[in-house]
């Protein structure tokens, strides 16, 4: 009976599955890329909050197709420009 509700399942989320055109990915990124701006940016957000953000830009791992350096080079953005504008702009620098 586990294998037929496992079955079933699996089937009813294959179904449900809709291909993202590559514009939505593009949005996605571009929109992840927004937020962490703003959460480096922002006095109100928390410290875990910034730090998050903080990492996810630093990161440099270009195998996760939503890293920060994926993000940006397929929305024609040189993450690398990027970082040290944002470097230039905070207070205290993004590499403390």
Wanted: net charge positive; charged share 25%.
């Amino acid at each position: 009976m586990k294998n037929a509700t496992t079955h079933l399942v699996r089937s009813e989320q294959t179904s449900n599955t809709e291909a993202w055109s590559i514009q939505q990915i593009k949005q996605l990124q571009k929109s992840m890329i927004h937020t962490a701006l703003e959460e480096m940016r922002d006095g109100r957000k928390s410290l875990q909050m910034k730090q998050e953000a903080r990492d996810w830009i630093l990161e440099n791992n270009e195998a996760y197709p939503f890293s920060f350096v994926n993000c940006c080079e397929c929305n024609g953005l040189n993450p690398y420009r990027l970082r040290w504008l944002l470097n230039k702009t905070l207070l205290g620098g993004l590499y403390d």
